[in-house]
């Protein structure tokens, strides 16, 4: 597995730099075209992890969710494998003025995302940080698709504390 793990990362194609992690487009036989997110071993956070576990399940596994491959820790780093995403973030494609998306895709790239939180939810699982930045955008055979990402925050809250837990932010509760 060693050895994998350095095809993963010594065949980068290109390497997009976020403030404590640096996500690599890389290439396996195996697994075809993934995304290699790399971090300090300190900032790694098992929360994504468990929560890429749960959502793996195949009872809670959604096209819309973003699905993780493999992780591994090493002396410095750690490395997370996930599917990649071929287009960029709903975040900078509502901020691109160039593209005018029309009200049926936002309609459609809701349902989506609805769809994948309800998948999240019914696995016990609480994002906690979703927001236009984590969630990646997939074009396949001329359609999109949303993909829900960055689980780094998420929690596992079971059944009888999401009855009984009042989230959200007071203002948008009314």
Not at 64 to 80: E, G, P
Request: hydrophobic letters at 45%; one cysteine or more.
């Amino acid at each position: 597995m060693e050895g994998a793990m350095h095809i993963f990362l010594s065949i980068n194609i290109f390497c997009i730099f976020f403030s404590a992690q640096r996500v690599y487009l890389s290439y396996n036989n195996e697994l075809g075209i993934i995304a290699a997110k790399v971090m300090r071993l300190e900032k790694f956070d098992e929360r994504e992890w468990d929560a890429a576990g749960k959502l793996n399940q195949p009872q809670y596994q959604c096209p819309f969710i973003m699905k993780y491959l493999r992780a591994r820790a090493f002396q410095t780093d750690a490395v997370i494998l996930m599917e990649y995403a071929n287009a960029k973030s709903l975040d900078s494609i509502v901020k691109d003025k160039t593209k005018n998306l029309s009200s049926g895709t936002y309609r459609a790239l809701s349902k989506q995302i609805l769809e994948g939180m309800r998948f999240v939810h019914a696995a016990g699982l609480i994002h906690r940080d979703i927001k236009a930045e984590n969630i990646m955008m997939h074009s396949s055979n001329g359609s999109i698709k949303v993909k829900i990402a960055d689980f780094g925050l998420a929690k596992v809250i079971s059944e009888a504390q999401m009855a009984v837990t009042a989230l959200g932010t007071p203002f948008n509760m009314v």
